[in-house]
């Protein structure tokens, strides 16, 4: 072909993750004859104008023999952060090409006429996923053994299949069937080398901005991941990398001061443990400085100048909504977007994130994610009649409970003791509208919500158990306080709680 016809159409929120459109359109425009319409229909007015959202799309056609990988490798930056699509412009279509109205170089801001808006692209395409062949014949072979499973079961109205025989085509089933449904999932599972790729440039562009020396060092780029999970996890990986260079790391004259190698390093580490996947970002800087931290909190009404807090508790303030320590507003910091962005997207996850940091030695970050949404590691838990399941990532403790040892705090709610604190706690039986007896609830679950300890009464533990999740909006309705639900051995739907959703609010519904 003679050139390419570009739709580039960034999310609202692609600059504020740090990236500029305008940028990318100036590598574009070095590979050859150009020209750019922006479609400016969804300007908002003045009133409405947010800084770090775009509002603007462009269609580009380049001119020119350009490779296709070489315009792909350009927009794979921001993949996950727009739309995009290339098409070839054949030599027909290049002479009767009616040329765009509105023309704007690369590097300006503003069009250079303004006519008519050109039409806003189609939404793009359903999301894919390429897959190995080697998986794919996996699934083929595992489904070959579940129809001669099957054929064998058939027989099992026949009186000639003893019952020993019956059990043990039963065993086969089960593990055929627990063998498919791994191996199904591993079909959405990719190299997570697809989000730690774009870090090394970040992290270039980044130390020459801030005149730092940095070696990045990445470790377990084959960990795979589910697709969906990966994508949410990219953004809040730039954001600690960035995090790490501009907070963590020191200039090379004051790490040359502190006897440390002028170069700093950070390391970004993936390794599966079990049903989840523990990513680490690392590095040997400064460390977090309690002092300042502290002050900074208390100065900004996270925490009250009386309380007491250990040097753990300080280290989590750096998740604080709005937290900052940068002393100067820039396009690096000081936004009033910290690190709380990185924690709630983590815990929308189902996972959760931890800091421990040595001063003068470094910090490190860890993350831990289910590794994938469709399947669930819950505790299978009744309140009253009704069966729920509980993420077990969230589960701090089960313990017995006394209804003596809940106490009620005006203008707070009840409360329990727990270890060495009181807990907010919460009467589930209440919250879904149950209704029965109160004193038959004898056990306090306590779980994790956004690194707080909160106690959900409940009558029994049932077992834990994986469940497959199924999306309650698309199979019913939404539920509040419940992020899905799950069809039981006996056929029966347990709903999976969203511990995330325990605010304490007298009722979020008749879920009887």
């Known amino acids: 072909n003679e050139g390419w016809h570009i739709e580039f159409i960034p999310k609202p929120e692609l600059m504020s993750r740090g990236n500029d459109p305008l940028l990318l359109l100036k590598e574009v425009s070095d590979m050859g ?55 070839g412009i054949t030599p027909s279509k290049s002479k009767n090409h009616t040329k765009p109205e509105t023309i704007v170089d690369a590097g300006d801001k503003q069009p250079v006429a303004e006519k ?83 870090l090394p440039r970040i992290v270039r562009d980044l130390s020459k901005r801030l005149e730092k020396q940095v070696t990045l060092v990445l470790e377990g780029e084959s960990t795979e991941l589910d697709k969906t999970v990966l994508e949410h996890l990219i953004d809040p990986l730039v954001h600690l990398v960035r995090n790490a260079l501009d907070h963590g790391l020191e200039t090379a004259a004051t790490r040359r001061e502190a006897g440390k190698p002028e170069a700093g390093t950070i390391t970004l580490s993936a390794a599966q443990q079990g049903g989840s996947i523990v990513i680490e970002i690392q590095d040997d800087g400064q460390g977090i400085n309690e002092e300042r931290v502290l002050k900074l909190a208390q100065e900004r009404g996270v925490v009250s100048p009386s309380e007491s807090l250990t040097p753990e508790q300080i280290q989590q303030l750096i998740f604080a909504p709005g937290f900052s320590t940068a002393d100067t507003v820039s396009d690096v910091s000081g936004r009033g977007v910290g690190l709380d962005v990185v924690r709630r997207n983590i815990i929308d996850l189902g996972g959760r994130v931890e800091v421990s940091s040595v001063a003068g030695e470094g910090t490190l970050i860890s993350i831990r994610l289910p590794l994938t949404l469709a399947i669930l590691d819950g505790q299978l838990i009744q309140v009253a009649s009704q069966r729920f399941v509980m993420p077990t990532l969230n589960i701090i ?38 209704g029965g007896d109160n004193d038959q609830d004898q056990l306090l679950l306590v779980v994790d919500v956004h690194n707080e300890a909160i106690g959900l009464i409940i009558s029994r533990v049932l077992g834990q158990q994986q469940v497959v999740v199924k999306n309650l909006d698309e199979n019913y309705r939404a539920v509040p306080g419940f992020t899905g639900a799950t069809i039981m051995s006996d056929g029966s739907v347990a709903l999976i709680i969203d511990p995330l959703s325990m605010t304490g609010s007298p009722a979020l519904g008749d879920v009887a």
């Open 33 to 87: 004859d150009y020209r750019v319409t922006p479609n400016l229909e969804n300007l908002p007015a003045w009133s409405d104008y947010a800084p770090e959202q775009c509002y603007v799309s462009w269609h580009v056609e380049l001119q020119g023999q350009v490779a296709e990988a070489d315009l792909q490798e350009i927009f794979e930056w921001v993949e996950y952060d727009c739309d995009f699509s290339l098409t």
């Open 397 to 434: 403790e089960t313990i017995e409970l006394n209804q003596a040892q809940v106490s009620e705090v005006p203008g707070q709610g009840e409360v329990c003791r727990f270890r060495d604190q009181y807990v907010r706690t919460i009467r589930l039986r209440e919250l879904f509208k149950l």
């Open 116 to 198: 008519k808006p050109a039409p806003k692209a189609a939404s793009a395409e359903p999301t894919s996923i390429r897959i190995a062949t080697d998986k794919v014949d996996h699934l083929i072979n595992l489904v070959g053994e579940l129809v001669i499973t099957q054929s064998m079961l058939s027989r099992a109205g026949d009186s000639e299949m003893a019952h020993d025989e019956l059990q043990e085509r039963l065993v086969q089933l089960e593990r055929n069937t627990r063998e498919l449904q791994e191996s199904v999932m591993r079909v959405r599972m990719l190299p997570i080398s697809s989000a730690f790729g774009r």
